[in-house]
């Protein structure tokens, strides 16, 4: 069964950096685009950051776009999120997410979720 398992979450200033790790298993990794979402509280499930399957295509939302970089390695079935310059407006449950097709900003179009990594960022 595919499993996707996010790590490095956790609590930092602002200002600071984390970086999230997501573990692949039971899934061809390299033929998935892979995805990065977050729900805060009270607020849908956005998009964060894809990467195509070979690592050469990636989206940001507007966001995080200069602070967040996407990565994978696919000798280890992992993609990482690199969050520089934290801000409170960060603080949410992000996701690591797997889609076969292209990568897209696009929930539905994934289609498997790991079960989530708290990041909280005090002020």
């Known amino acids: 069964q595919v499993q996707l398992v996010e790590s490095g979450g956790g609590l930092v200033q602002a200002g600071g950096s984390l970086r999230l790790s997501c573990a692949a298993s039971g899934l061809t990794f390299s033929l998935y685009a892979m995805g990065w979402f977050r729900q805060a509280p009270g607020k849908e499930r956005e998009f964060v950051a894809t990467i195509s399957g070979s690592g050469s295509t990636k989206y940001y939302a507007d966001s995080v776009k200069g602070r967040f970089t996407i990565s994978r390695d696919n000798a280890e079935n992992m993609v990482h999120l690199q969050m520089n310059s934290l801000a409170p407006t960060d603080t949410a449950v992000y996701y690591c997410?797997?889609?076969?097709?292209?990568?897209?900003?696009?929930?539905?179009?994934?289609?498997?979720w790991g079960q989530g990594t708290q990041v909280t960022v005090s002020s």
């Open positions: 997410a797997a889609n076969r097709a292209v990568p897209t900003t696009q929930r539905d179009a994934y289609d498997y």
